[in-house]
């Protein structure tokens, strides 16, 4: 999920144009709002590797299925806001060495306020992503929440509130 952030934007700044409204394109510096909002479902694959997994080995878990997409973009003149939420809802994986069965549940999100061009902004990201073993496979957790600010097309803080990676 780690790498959806990037996914996120391009979809975001897709889907101002593909389901913006209204149907005139937006010309910065004119009293236009734009609005885009796509709800998706795709069939993903990701492959993680489980240090505690394997008696503490460690192995590949590859796991498959649906991933929810919820994105939503608005545009007032020169500022966008939005945010993105990615809930990986009945993914199913099988470990390499062991054939233990994993399902993988959580969510990540992020929401933001910026400046057409990025000079300013801020984003707020959280990721809360499970890998539950069953029967007595281990389970694996990642959560972390962030915030960072930009000011004058500087990063101008970041702040790590949570941040958590543990076999259970």
């Not at 780690?2 to 409204?21: D, E, G, Q, R």
């Not at 973009?73 to 939005?82: F, H, K, Q, T, Y």
């Amino acid at each position: 999920m780690k790498n959806f952030a990037a996914i996120a934007f391009t979809v975001l700044l897709s889907s101002l144009f593909v389901y913006a409204t209204p149907a005139t394109p937006c010309i910065l510096g004119q009293a236009q709002t734009l609005t885009g909002h796509t709800v998706t479902t795709e069939h993903v694959s990701f492959t993680y590797f489980i240090p505690c997994a394997n008696g503490g080995l460690g192995e590949d878990v590859t796991v498959s299925g649906p991933l929810h997409s919820d994105i939503y973009l608005r545009l007032d003149e020169a500022v966008v806001n939005g945010f993105y939420v990615f809930n990986a809802a009945g993914l199913v994986g099988v470990a390499d060495s062991t054939g233990n069965v994993y399902r993988e549940v959580g969510v990540t999100r992020e929401s933001f306020t910026n400046l057409v061009f990025g000079e300013s902004g801020a984003f707020h990201y959280v990721n809360n992503f499970q890998l539950v073993g069953q029967g007595t496979a281990e389970n694996y957790l990642v959560h972390t929440n962030m915030t960072f600010t930009v000011a004058n097309g500087q990063v101008t803080s970041v702040q790590h509130d949570n941040f958590i990676v543990e076999c259970r």
